[in-house]
Nanobody, 114 residues
Framework: QVQLVESGGGLVQPGGSLRLSCVAS????????MGWYRQVPGKQRELVAI???????NYSDSPKGRFIISRDNTKNTAYLQMNSLKPEDTGVYYC????????WGQGTQVTVSS
């Protein structure tokens, strides 16, 4: 059974930082492309960042230069370091694993507000 478990969300003031983690089980983690997506009410889930099995990263325009995606294959864990957070970064952040099939975590809420 595949499980992706996100953690690290919360309430943070503008300009602050958070680090999200996604622990995977039930898959050969090192073979999967891992991604982080954000969803806000009434809108479609959108890509934030991805990291391939080979370590290549790609970011959407909004977080570029502020967020860093990484992975630790020894811990079956993907990370999203979020710096200089803005109110528009608010949303539920979902972890994904993709290799043919797609798997999703349950999401973690990030709220950026003063």
């Amino acid at each position: 059974q595949v499980q992706l478990v996100e953690s690290g969300g919360g309430l943070v003031q503008p300009g602050g930082s958070l680090r999200l983690s996604c622990v995977a089980s039930g898959i050969i983690f090192s073979a999967y492309n891992m991604g982080w997506y954000r969803q806000v009410p009434g809108k479609q889930r959108e890509l934030v960042a991805i990291i391939t099995s080979g370590g290549t990263t790609n970011y959407s325009d909004s977080p570029k230069g502020r967020f860093i995606i990484s992975r630790d294959n020894t811990k079956n864990t993907a990370y999203l370091q979020m710096n200089s957070l803005k109110p528009e970064d608010t949303g539920v952040y979902y972890c994904s694993a993709h290799l043919g099939s797609w798997y999703w975590g349950q999401g973690t809420q990030v709220t950026v507000s003063s």
